[in-house]
């Protein structure tokens, strides 16, 4: 018999501050990841704010400084290695056995968000359930959260 889970719910690293990251040990590779906003370095030319993403094929992690002009950055103009795009506003799935990658995990020609939207992102955080199926979702036999 197939362990009982509940539907998994989507997590997006904008809305995981450091102090508050968002810690991930994988329930099928038990692989543990960390993901927060931002990290903050202090230069002497002062504070640079290094914004986190994660690559929406391969899931590999990387901090930038980069900043778009029209809006608030959420991917990034430079591929992963892999060719992949890194994002920060889609659902964070697992970088090792791409636990909770869904369709969603896709490359998109938009680089920004406006406030509202990045508003929307950060309430849908822990509160929205995934759609199934997603990757390895095979594993588990699902059930509804009967508190909701
Ligand atoms: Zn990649
Ligand atoms: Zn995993």
């Not at 719910?9 to 099928?28: G, M």
């Not at 903050?40 to 030319?45: E, G, K, Q």
Request: with cysteine; charged share 25%; aromatic share 10%.
């Amino acid at each position: 018999m197939k362990p009982q889970r509940l539907i998994p719910l989507k997590y997006f690293i904008p809305a995981h501050s450091p102090y508050r990251p968002f810690n991930l040990t994988c329930p099928v590779c038990e692989h543990s990841s960390s993901f927060s906003e931002h990290m903050r370095l202090n230069t002497s030319n002062g504070c640079v704010y290094l914004w986190a993403y994660q690559c929406q094929d391969c899931g590999k992690k990387r901090n930038s400084d980069e900043v778009q002009e029209n809006g608030v950055t959420v991917a990034l103009q430079e591929p992963c290695d892999c060719g992949g795009q890194f994002r920060r506003d889609r659902n964070i799935f697992c970088p090792n056995c791409h636990y909770r990658k869904s369709k969603e995990n896709c490359r998109s020609e938009k680089l920004t968000v406006t406030k509202e939207e990045m508003e929307q992102i950060n309430q849908r955080n822990g509160t929205e359930e995934m759609t199934l199926p997603f990757g390895k979702s095979e594993e588990f036999e699902w059930v509804v959260d009967s508190a909701n």
